[in-house]
């Protein structure tokens, strides 16, 4: 190809700055270069979220009309139009094999015109307008996370080959959040007597981004405290705020409120203040996710930023696929990790996604102690330079046998857009497996690992695209709010974190800051020893919310429904149906369960959406006694809370496309009835519960003895649909 951009053409468009979902016309001129577009040459414009452009309703959103200068026949599939073209094509999902050749990973869609019975000379212009509103279209519905540079990425394939090459410049717009919806607040989840600490407040939208228009005052209340000083959001806190010097006079569990001048208000995840200092601290941590230049948004500054100083978690690292990791974008990576390491404030590890293919051993997190290291890719698939191909290892058995004997790196299989393949899973690398990220909820993962005896802890992460790591939300198809890591370290360092890694001294939360403490006999979760004696299992909850259900199992077997969500009168009696599981282990995971439910012979004077994920979801009441919702799952689950009127003989009918079935609720007790749903641990569960429930517990579980080696280990679910795993303890008896 032509090095001189002009023989590509140029592209030039909208820019300024919108608000996060919001409706605008966006329009993109392209003008033709040297090489003209011939006859069956195309154009694409690329864009990485919003909606689909639509050509066929010019009142609906999303209409979109093409013009040209020259009067050219434009064509969509086999189909003739006229100035108005379109064709959204799902480029991955194309029959056309040479879409992979055309490097456009991660603009995942593009709006496409061909050009027939003409050509188009050097000068003349293409001019796409998304959202055309000249007909009554409202425009075209921007994406609904925030996006420092939002592209029109101009793909064009003058020779009708297949082959697409990106156009110099294209432009761009930038999406910023919108109206603050909620403040919160994030508070450490130990603190000493007397001994400062941070606080972060930021305000959100209602799609969980920053606000960058919000200028709340706020003003804090915390028990036996030191005050910070009442402030003024500013134009540079663009929704967050770090504040320094907050002090906690009384020992305990306790809370920090915050409040502003608006009429907002908010209270911080649990902290535990106490007398000194304890020799292992807790440390949250979000180390997955990617940017811009893989397959995220955002630049690799604004990712690590964002963990620090929105986010206010203690560690992360930077996952990108390695097929798309050059030489020079891996020097940069190991550049700002190496400057970001801040040890006892803010902690990076380098790192990046071995991708292999899932026969090949599939998605698994690479990590590094050090800071100067050899990426060994999966392969060099979206990588023009191969000059380093000789160092790609490929299945994943060659990754660990390049690795042997170093104690300086470890992996983390997960689910992604690969899963894991436990059959390559070697413990020499493997301390742990994460459970949970913004793709779904992966209990059917864990599970297997349980099955297998594997000798490994939990952790949870977000695997973020969309640059807030430790903040992210539902959208653009991930199905669940990012995860978060949590640690229990000797201090934060990298060693430190290492060391408790290794431990396993780790579990994972669904994004909350659930404090969780399991020890037995002095060990603590992820630990294994051996005793003669009966284990004493000590469990320890401060929820971030009423906690609906805490369960102990021995690797893949419930052992122990702690009773304490158990009603004991027909008054405090509510009926929890909860749907949950994945279509299957690949991509799309996701489960449709719109339908509802129906009560015979009873009214449902209550009820009370359980753990829906999505602003759109949810459910509606149609009477008295029926209910319609719409719901999705990726692995999580989604429910519903009931407070009936009803007798002996009144029924409940279950209707969704997965399952449908009728139940008494005269049946019904504290340990569920469970109908399974096919797919992947899809399941419907019908249970009663308590309705008033703590947001903290404590108690000793006493297992059944038990010969041979253990692993015991604690799923909890809190009323908001929050969950947590702990890594388990291994006991050999």
């Known amino acids: 190809m032509r090095t001189d951009n002009s023989w590509l053409g140029s592209a030039e468009g909208p820019g300024g700055s919108y608000v996060v979902g919001s409706y605008g016309t966006f329009k993109v001129v392209y003008t033709i270069g040297k090489y003209g577009i011939d006859d069956g040459g195309s154009i694409r414009v690329a864009r990485r979220g919003g909606m689909k ?61 061909d050009v027939k019975d003409g050509s188009l000379y050097e000068g003349d212009k293409l001019v796409f307008t998304f959202g055309d509103t000249s007909q009554g279209s409202p425009g075209y519905q921007l994406k609904t996370s925030r996006e420092a540079e939002y592209l029109f990425k101009v793909f064009v394939d ?56 919000y200028r709340g005052k706020v003003s804090f209340d915390a028990e036996d405290s030191e005050h910070i000083e009442p402030y003024q959001f500013n134009d540079e806190d663009k929704g967050a705020h770090r504040f320094s010097g907050l002090v906690l006079d009384k020992s305990g569990l306790q809370h920090v409120s915050v409040s502003d001048d608006q009429g907002n208000a908010a209270t911080s995840n649990p902290i535990m203040v106490m007398e000194e ?62 400057e970001y390491n801040d040890p006892g404030k803010f902690i990076t590890f380098l790192g990046y996604e071995w991708s292999g293919l899932t026969p090949g051993g599939g998605d698994h997190n690479i990590y590094f102690l050090g800071d100067d290291e050899q990426i060994h890719r999966s392969d060099h698939w979206l990588i023009e ?48 497996i994460e459970v949970h990220s913004n793709h779904g909820t992966f209990e059917w993962f864990l599970m297997e690992a349980m099955k297998r005896r594997m000798k490994v802890g939990f952790i949870a992460a977000s695997d973020d695209h969309s640059s807030r790591p430790g903040l992210t939300y539902p959208s653009g198809g991930m199905t669940t709010r990012g995860g978060y890591t949590a640690v229990y370290a000797k201090d934060l360092t990298r060693a430190g974190l290492w060391e408790a890694l290794w431990a396993r001294r780790t579990y994972g939360t669904t994004g909350e800051r659930i404090i969780v403490h399991v020890e037995s006999d002095g060990h603590l979760m992820g630990e294994e020893y051996i005793t003669d004696n009966t284990p004493k299992i000590k469990i320890k909850v401060n929820g971030t919310a009423p906690i609906h259900a805490v369960e102990v199992y021995n690797w893949e077997k419930l052992v122990h429904l702690h009773p304490f969500a158990e009603p004991a009168t027909e008054s405090e009696t509510l009926i929890k149906v909860e749907w949950s599981g994945a279509r299957v282990r690949s991509r799309p995971k996701v489960v449709t369960w719109d339908g509802g439910l129906i009560v015979k012979g009873g009214i449902i004077t209550e009820f009370k959406e359980f753990a829906f994920d999505y602003p759109n979801q949810g459910i509606e009441r149609v009477s008295e006694m029926e209910l319609s919702w719409i719901s999705s799952t990726g692995g999580d689950p989604d429910g ?14 279950f209707e969704t496309g997965p399952s449908t079935f009728t139940f008494k609720p005269r049946d019904i007790r504290y340990d569920p009835l469970v109908v399974d749903a096919g797919g992947l641990n899809q399941r419907v569960k019908v249970s009663t519960i308590k309705d008033e429930l703590p947001d903290m517990l404590e108690f000793t579980y006493i297992p059944e003895p038990r010969r041979g080696l253990n692993a015991y280990w604690v799923r909890i679910v809190q009323e908001d649909g929050a969950m947590a795993w702990t890594s388990p303890l291994f006991i050999n008896t």
């Open 53 to 113: 452009p639509q050509t066929v309703d010019p009142k609906a959103p999303g209409y979109t009309t093409v013009t040209a200068t020259r009067g050219v026949r434009l064509v969509s599939g086999s189909l003739p139009i006229t100035q108005t073209v379109s064709r959204d094509i799902e480029l991955f999902g194309s029959k056309r094999s040479d879409l992979r050749a055309s490097h456009i990973r991660p603009f995942w869609s593009a709006f496409q015109v």
């Open 640 to 653: 519903v809370l009931l407070r009936l009127e009803r007798d002996n003989e009144t029924e409940v009918s």
């Open 277 to 338: 200092e304890p020799e292992l601290k807790l440390y949250w941590g979000d180390a997955h996710g990617q940017t811009k230049e893989t397959v995220g948004t955002g630049s690799v500054p604004e990712y690590l930023s964002f963990v620090r100083d929105v986010a206010a978690l203690d560690f992360t690292g930077w996952q990108g696929n390695d097929f798309q990791i050059t030489k020079p974008l891996w020097e940069h990576i190991k550049k700002l990790i190496n």
């Open 385 to 432: 330079d191969k000059s380093d191909e000789d160092t790609d290892r490929y299945p994943i058995s060659e990754l660990w046998d390049t690795f042997r004997g170093r104690k300086d790196v470890l992996a983390v299989p997960h689910v992604g857009g690969r899963h894991a393949n436990f059959d390559f899973y070697d413990p020499e690398f493997i301390p742990v």
């Open 158 to 213: 003058p020779f009708g080959t297949g082959l697409y090459k990106p156009v110099p410049g294209s432009p761009s717009i930038t999406i910023i959040g919108g109206t603050a919806e909620q403040i919160q607040i994030v508070v450490p989840s130990q603190a000493v007597i007397g001994e400062p600490f941070d606080v972060t407040v930021r305000a959100l939208d209602v799609h969980g981004n920053r606000s960058d228009s």
